[in-house]
């Protein structure tokens, strides 16, 4: 038997959500119908994970690995679409040898850096110069325009991130440092992503949304899910937007976050963190089943 005809009725599901635009109510659909042909892409850090204040100790939402091992079988992909290395992604997802994920790949670093589970394996591109000058550079920096009380530093291997979470006031340090910090990057040849209450310097020419179209292009699915929370989520935002045009149905689910309403302004769908996350996986698997 082959995948059901679409249709663009949604079942009568109380579990499953249902979009609250046209283009939403078709994309979950079409997955519904086809999920043969649809890739499931989300975002790790509050999307699959909470938001925590270290983001060394961020793991995933204990439901997420059983939500999506169960759903992986059932639809063409899955995978996880991140700023973090790849490597740490899988690490603090728990996402390695798991049944139903033997086919999970993981972006990382916006796409330089892919990790499948079929081999294991990371592969990636030469890291961009500019990130090791701004490192060694950054520490003075910060301290020399007075931002260094409050902010601590991340090293993400392929960039480096400056967080504004534990400072007195965290908004008004983050955009206080947006210019600066953008001045610096450019020096180096690198540019500045901004995401919750994180200003993160990394190279240019790749973001979610280039590695999602083209990773949605790779498999040939004719639907894809992308699920995020965060200003750096945007391009993948605008990719499944694109591709709509080039008829590819899509569903832009928020993990709602009142740190980002730019971001839930432009979904189909919004709920409740990595939990409403997990239900939202789990209800379609179960629809599936």
């Known amino acids: 038997m082959g995948d059901p005809v679409y249709s663009p009725e949604l079942p009568d599901v109380p579990d499953l959500p249902e979009p609250v635009t046209p283009a939403g ?48 079988p059932k639809v063409r992909s899955v995978a996880v679409v991140t700023g973090r290395p790849a490597g740490v992604a899988v690490r603090y997802g728990g996402l390695a040898g798991v049944p139903g994920l033997e086919h999970l790949v993981v972006l990382g670093h916006y796409g330089a850096e892919r990790w499948d ?52 006031d965290p908004q008004a340090a983050f955009d206080e440092l947006r210019e600066p910090l953008a001045e610096l990057a450019s020096r180096h040849g690198l540019i500045v992503e901004p995401g919750r209450l994180v200003l993160e310097l990394r190279p240019p020419g790749m973001d979610k949304g280039v590695a999602l179209a083209d990773y949605v292009r790779e498999v040939g699915a004719e639907t894809v899910l992308y699920a995020g929370d965060d200003l750096g989520d945007l391009p993948a935002f605008a990719a499944v ?49």
């Open 25 to 72: 109510r078709e994309g979950l659909a079409a997955l519904l119908a086809r999920p043969g042909k649809a890739v499931i892409a989300l975002d790790f850090d509050g999307t699959l994970a909470p938001i925590v204040p270290d983001p060394e100790q961020a793991r995933a939402h204990p439901g997420a690995v059983p939500a999506l091992a169960a759903l992986a």
């Open 117 to 168: 589970a079929v081999s294991s394996t990371v592969h990636a591109a030469e890291p961009h110069p500019g990130v090791a000058s701004v490192r060694a550079e950054l520490p003075g920096f910060l301290d020399a325009i007075g931002a260094w009380r409050g902010t601590w530093i991340e090293e993400k291997g392929r960039a480096v991130a400056v967080h504004t979470r534990r400072a007195r």
């Open 241 to 289: 937007e694109k591709l709509r045009s080039d008829q590819v149905r899509g569903l832009l689910v928020c993990s709602g976050s009142a740190e980002v309403a730019e971001l839930a302004d432009r979904a189909d769908l919004v709920v409740d963190g990595p939990q409403g996350v997990v239900d939202l996986l789990g209800a379609v698997a179960a629809q599936l089943g």
